[in-house]
């Protein structure tokens, strides 16, 4: 095996060599550039998450292509993509030619003792800033047992949305534990000036009032207000200024959360395998611009395969309405009714989340426990659908989505329900960045370029290894564009490293413009094609992955291994 990696390393890099001597004025038949690897595209396609369950709630993972209807703003679009991501069986393949991601990665093609390695990342993000004491003891109990069962497989993280707490990927329960132990219930903004006697108004109720026009919901708070200081001729002067600050703070709390949350995804974003958000808090209203803000999270959730989980930290919804025995005019009063709207109202972005990304939402229950099991596993089977919208205006308006079934009979869908446009159209480029970054960070192997890996390494001191990667390539089946007397491809060749907690370490990106003529494309396909990377590491345990990229017939080759520097 290292013989024969040998001899086309060799020879292609005698044509790097040759390349670099060649006279100016003559295009070289090889020619290589070098980077560091980073990831970062906006694509015109739109990929809908869809979910699938029958009557008894289990996932459907028989379904084709031509079993779904997908409408943008009410129109029927052409789906172009189509892919079933399977959890639970690995080697499955999907419908349409898109491998699914298997459960567990194939870990075996280099040399180094068998190890459990990670394939799952669950970050818990919990809702400090909206959570109150009495909804936060319970839920954190939950996590506590919940972590003592992690699967040797699996990392979990801790952030709030708040920031005040944040644990990277462990599966260290005692660092867990350390981490929950510090959350604390606190907003982020300054409450209203009357701390004695603040007057229950929600943002619900202040939305109703300063943007909705809403006069009863106004009466509503002017009446709280009179409960708090008596009667007053100034009460609706201050349930006003109250609606108004209840706004504001709205807004600086929202975006925090959604702050925060779109940085959690950008770091699932650089893990391999299955990645998914475990949302814990009671909810919170999403008003006006923060809209935008949502909806502009839930595309990079899925561009990156991130999955959110919600659970709604407030229980049963008869918690809400006081003592079951309450009377029928208190449960029938406006005060009540505006209470359990603006509950229903702080439930809709956690569902949004979840059903835009493929997760689940678990409420109006108090087993907490059963609730982070459940969330826990993700379905089992997930469509993907995705489609370029035909006329589309690249405006940032927002679109409203449908997805059905030909034969919708005993089915439950959960899918996205909207996107916003892009403001600018993303060229070829764009799409190609796109298409490698989704397989650096996946553990799938995809073979449509057959391609060996081999590693060698030394240590360099106490603390320091030098890391040697070799790729070699068979490029009979690429698709060369002939441009007079040349055959002509570009191979973009990306080699990762991970450490053994999934964390992305480093990474080099080598584009390859190969313009061959006849003799040495006809060498090139008897012998292959290596491409070799050096890295200065620290000792330790690394999960190395290659994924190479054509131009021309937009194929792609992916493979992982280990290696152990002790």
């Known amino acids: 095996m290292l013989k024969y990696a040998l001899q086309p390393r060799v020879f292609a890099f005698a044509c790097l060599a040759l390349a670099a001597t060649a006279p100016a004025q003559e295009e070289p038949e090889i020619a290589s550039r070098q980077s560091p690897a980073t990831f970062s595209s906006k694509v015109n396609l739109v990929s809908v998450p869809v979910v699938v369950r029958d009557g008894k709630g289990r996932a459907v993972g028989n379904l084709r292509q031509e079993d779904f209807r997908l409408f943008d703003k009410g129109k029927p679009q052409v789906i172009t993509r189509f892919s079933v991501q399977t959890n639970g069986a690995p080697g499955n393949t999907a419908i349409g030619g898109t491998k699914a991601s298997p459960a567990v990665p194939a870990l075996s093609t280099l040399p180094g003792p068998e190890k459990v390695l990670p394939d799952r990342y669950v970050a818990y993000v919990f809702d400090d800033v909206h959570l109150n004491f009495q909804n936060l003891v319970p839920v954190r109990a939950a996590a506590e047992r919940h972590f003592a069962t992690l699967p040797p497989t699996s990392r979990a993280a801790i952030f709030t949305t708040s920031g005040r707490v944040s644990l990277d990927f462990t599966d260290d329960r005692d660092k867990l534990r350390e981490a929950l132990s510090r959350i604390a219930p606190g907003p982020t903004s300054s409450p209203p000036p009357d701390v004695e006697c603040p007057p229950g108004i929600t943002d619900y109720e202040a939305d109703r ?93 899925i561009r990156a395969s991130v999955v959110i989980n919600s659970l709604n930290a407030r229980g049963l919804y008869t918690k809400l309405l006081g003592d079951a025995g309450a009377t029928r005019d208190r449960m029938d009063s406006p005060r009540m009714r505006y209470k359990f709207e603006s509950a229903q109202a702080d439930e809709d972005v956690m569902a949004e989340m979840a059903d835009g990304t493929g997760g689940k939402y678990f409420h109006n229950d108090n087993g907490f426990d059963e609730g982070l099991k459940q969330l826990a596993s993700p379905p089992e089977f997930t469509y993907v659908l995705g489609f370029s919208p035909q006329n589309l205006k690249f405006d940032g308006s927002y679109h409203t989505l449908k997805i059905t079934l030909v034969n919708a009979k005993g089915t439950e869908l959960q899918a996205r329900r909207g996107y916003w446009a892009p403001n600018h159209a993303a060229g070829a480029e764009e799409q190609a960045k796109e298409e490698i970054r989704e397989a650096v960070f996946s553990l799938e192997e995809v073979r449509d370029i057959p391609l060996d890996v081999t590693t060698d390494f030394f240590r360099t001191g106490d603390t320091a290894a030098e890391l040697t990667v070799d790729a070699h390539l068979d490029l009979n089946d690429l698709k060369f564009r002939t441009a007079g007397d040349r055959s002509q491809d570009t191979l973009t060749v990306v080699t990762g490293l991970f450490d053994q907690n999934g964390r992305y370490v480093k990474g080099i990106q080598r584009v390859i413009d190969l313009r061959l003529r006849a003799q040495t494309l006809e060498k090139v396909l008897g012998s292959g094609f290596a491409v070799k990377e050096t890295f200065d590491i620290a000792p330790g345990r690394y999960v190395v992955r290659v994924v190479v990229r054509d131009s021309e017939g937009q194929t792609t080759s992916a493979r992982n291994g280990t290696v152990d520097i002790q």
């Open 209 to 301: 009032i300063v943007n909705g026009q809403d006069g009863q919901a106004f009466a509503a708070a002017t009446a709280e207000v009179i409960k708090c200081y008596g009667p007053t001729d100034a009460a609706p002067t201050i349930a006003m200024s109250i609606a108004h600050q209840m706004i504001g703070a709205n807004h600086i709390e929202t975006g925090a959360s959604m702050g925060v949350l779109t940085a959690v995804i950008q770091r699932l974003s650089v893990m391999p395998g299955s990645r998914a958000i475990m949302l814990l808090s009671p909810g919170y209203m999403v008003l006006g611009d923060s809209r935008a803000q949502q909806t502009e999270l839930l595309d990079r959730a």
